[in-house]
Nanobody, 114 residues
Framework: QVQLVESGGGFVHAGGSLRLSCAAS????????MGWYRQAPGNQHELVAA???????NYADSVKGRFSISRDNAKNTVYLQMNNLKPADTAVYYC????????WGQGTQVTVSS
């Protein structure tokens, strides 16, 4: 059983930055895929960024050049550095991992004001 605990959401003005963290427990091994989805009101889940494997990442076109995903394998933690945030980035951000089956974090709200 894998558990994902997120932190780091909040409120920021447009152009600001936030860093999300997702710590995974329940596995001795690095988990792939692992990353972030988001859901804005009225919208479907959208992939934001993810590690597909140890050397392969995937980003949504809308965040390329602004967001960066990284990880600390010793801590089994994935980070999402979000720079130059826009109001369109406002959403609940969910950590996602697949370890035999999909796992989701509880979600963290990111609100960007114009």
């Amino acid at each position: 059983q894998v558990q994902l605990v997120e932190s780091g959401g909040g409120f920021v003005h447009a152009g600001g930055s936030l860093r999300l963290s997702c710590a995974a427990s329940g596995s001795r091994y690095s988990i792939y895929p692992m990353g972030w989805y988001r859901q804005a009101p009225g919208n479907q889940h959208e992939l934001v960024a993810a590690f597909i494997s140890a050397d392969t990442t995937n980003y949504a076109d809308s965040v390329k050049g602004r967001f960066s995903i990284s990880r600390d394998n010793a801590k089994n933690t994935v980070y999402l550095q979000m720079n130059n945030l826009k109001p369109a980035d406002t959403a609940v951000y969910y950590c996602y991992a697949r370890w035999g089956m999909p796992y989701w974090g509880q979600g963290t709200q990111v609100t960007v004001s114009s």
